[in-house]
């Protein structure tokens, strides 16, 4: 993706549609007669000029379909609009070669759409790591083993390294594909740990584990020096919850070592995430930060076979806004790219169900993977094993046959 950024627009319900349409400050009358026509495929530029939009407009009618535009936008009265193309992907392949010969910069929105139409049609295959290729035929199953005291629904469970030893080899047993090692509470309000005391926490153990378990070990740290020594005592991923926005050396690391990454968003650091959870557009944010961690991997070297990309259940993120994330997880299809999600146990479950307790949170939880499989995510990763292995699979079977 590169300047215009165009991205799969997906809307599960007419309100869904007509509520997109108002938000770009659509005129009434154009909103009652596109929400219909939306049952097609959407696909949403932002904040193009006025006389771009005004050229995908009349193409797009000519090909039997349409393109919303803030109202203005004919007459330039206004800058510039946000755009929803709205049509078949025949339709919308065919304004690709139309647009090859159109000024104003629309050639390279040609290039950029093309791409994005045949991403959103090709499943990534695998996923490679430092030490193998992992298949995506079926989700993945990555398992929290926490060696913390203060995560927010299993800490202080595994500080034991005989316990973390145990739980791990459990899980494995259990189905798991990876094992995501962590050293550092990610919660909410949690106070940062210093990269010593994260490295004491993690290390030992992963070597222990990385001479027994056949299934992938993956690290869930931002900085470059804890990842660094979890590679070489036998990880294979590095998982930043920063999306290599925290510590400038991690992408050369990741790329140096082959690893596997997950590039995850937030919205500041865990101590301050849940200040501010309000969005003017949600999953446009998320894509265009998504995007630009992609960017920085791209940049140090990292191949895409070895990234995959995470929205962020819970992490700058109110409950509304994580409901959103999953309902239109499909959007992030538009990457080409593999996508995890991490919903297990978390507060948004507790809220809707009424559920204080986290370990009460187990069939909230298996709604969301469920869901998640459906709408195209190929790793889960969740505190309960053998129950998510069931949901994810039973999800893929029902999807796939």
Not at 291 to 318: L, M, T
Not at 328 to 345: H, K, N, T, Y
Not at 364 to 384: C, F, K, M, Q
Request: net charge negative.
């Amino acid at each position: 993706m590169g300047h215009f950024l165009p991205r799969l627009l997906v809307v599960p319900t007419p309100e869904h549609a007509a509520r997109e349409l108002r938000r770009m400050a659509v005129d009434s009358h154009g909103i009652a007669e596109m929400v219909p026509k939306m049952r097609t495929l959407c696909i949403e530029l932002s904040r193009i000029k006025c006389r771009q939009a005004n050229v995908l407009k009349q193409e797009m009618l000519s090909l039997g379909g349409d393109a919303a535009v803030a109202r203005g936008t004919v007459a330039c009265s206004i800058d510039s609009t946000d755009c929803i193309l709205i049509g078949t992907a025949k339709q919308l392949a065919r304004l690709c070669r139309k647009l090859e010969t159109q000024p104003f910069g629309l050639p390279e929105l040609a290039v950029e759409l093309d791409t994005l139409l045949t991403r959103i049609t090709s499943v990534p295959a695998g996923w490679r790591t430092s030490r193998r290729s992992l298949s995506l035929h079926r989700p993945l199953i990555m398992g929290i083993l926490n060696i913390t005291p203060d995560s927010f629904s299993d800490g202080g469970r595994c500080n034991d390294p005989d316990r973390a030893f145990e739980k791990a080899l459990m899980m494995e047993s259990e189905g798991a594909d990876i094992i995501d090692i962590g050293g550092e509470s990610t919660r909410p309000g949690a106070a940062p740990v210093s990269s010593e005391e994260e490295i004491g926490r993690i290390v030992p153990i992963i070597e222990r584990l990385a001479a027994t378990l056949k299934c992938a070990i993956s690290v869930d740290t931002w900085k470059s020096e804890v990842a660094g020594r979890a590679l070489s005592a036998g990880a294979e991923i590095i998982n930043d919850i920063s999306g290599f926005n925290f510590d400038p050396q991690m992408p050369g690391l990741a790329a140096a070592c082959g690893a596997g990454v997950v590039l995850m968003h937030t919205r500041g650091t865990p101590d301050r995430m849940q200040q501010d959870t309000s969005y003017d557009d949600l999953m446009t944010e998320i894509t265009a930060a998504l995007h630009a961690s992609v960017v920085r991997a791209h940049e140090a070297g990292i191949s895409d076979h070895c990234i995959a990309i995470d929205p962020g259940i819970g992490f700058g993120k109110g409950a509304a806004g994580n409901l959103e994330v999953v309902r239109r997880l499909a959007e992030f299809s538009g990457f080409g790219l593999p996508v995890l999600i991490g919903p297990s146990r978390k507060m948004f479950i507790g809220k809707v169900l009424g559920r204080e307790q986290t370990d009460d949170r187990l069939f909230g939880t298996a709604a969301v993977v469920a869901l998640s499989v459906s709408h195209g995510a190929s790793i889960l990763r969740v505190h309960d094993v053998r129950a998510m292995r069931d949901v994810a699979d039973m999800a893929h079977a029902v999807m796939h046959g």
